[in-house]
């Protein structure tokens, strides 16, 4: 999983469906071996392990004592659930601020306001200052 590849399957996005998680990372590339060991030449791998000691809390360590003698596969399917159960709060909150309009443009509304008071005090400042206003 990368931020910087341009492959939309490469990256996880937070208001991604659960079923495309879950099929992002099981496409996720590991390598041809057989361990889940942590391993800086093994970049795929590792950034899983990193994502998923990130999300379940457990040390990277405990990770691999936990999928010791394990598939690929079955590490990917825990760590697309620890993803999926990370991200539907997330989803649940931007779906509800989402479809609520009347409260977008309240929000909207409020810090057009505040954006309108803050730049009339610095031009009455700069009109002040350059002398236009005694």
């Known amino acids: 999983m990368s931020k910087s590849d341009s492959n939309d399957h490469n990256i996880l ?6 079923d495309m998680i879950v099929k992002k990372i099981k496409r996720a590339v590991t390598d ?25 809390g457990e040390s990277i ?3 691999e004592t936990k999928f010791e003698g394990k598939m690929y ?27 609520d309009k ?6 909207l509304s409020d810090g057009a306001e505040r954006a309108s008071d803050r730049a009339y005090k610095t031009v009455r400042k700069v009109y002040k200052k350059s002398g236009l206003i005694q």
């Open 13 to 18: 996005g937070l208001l991604d469906p659960p």
């Open 32 to 56: 041809s071996g057989s361990t889940i060991e942590y391993d800086e030449n093994r970049p795929g791998l590792a950034n899983l392990l990193n994502i998923y000691s990130s999300l379940s």
């Open 61 to 63: 360590k405990d990770t």
């Open 73 to 99: 596969s079955e590490f990917k399917e825990d760590l697309a659930e620890a993803v999926v159960e990370t991200l539907t709060p997330i989803q649940t909150k931007y779906n509800e601020l989402i479809n």
């Open 102 to 107: 009347s409260h977008l443009e309240q929000i």
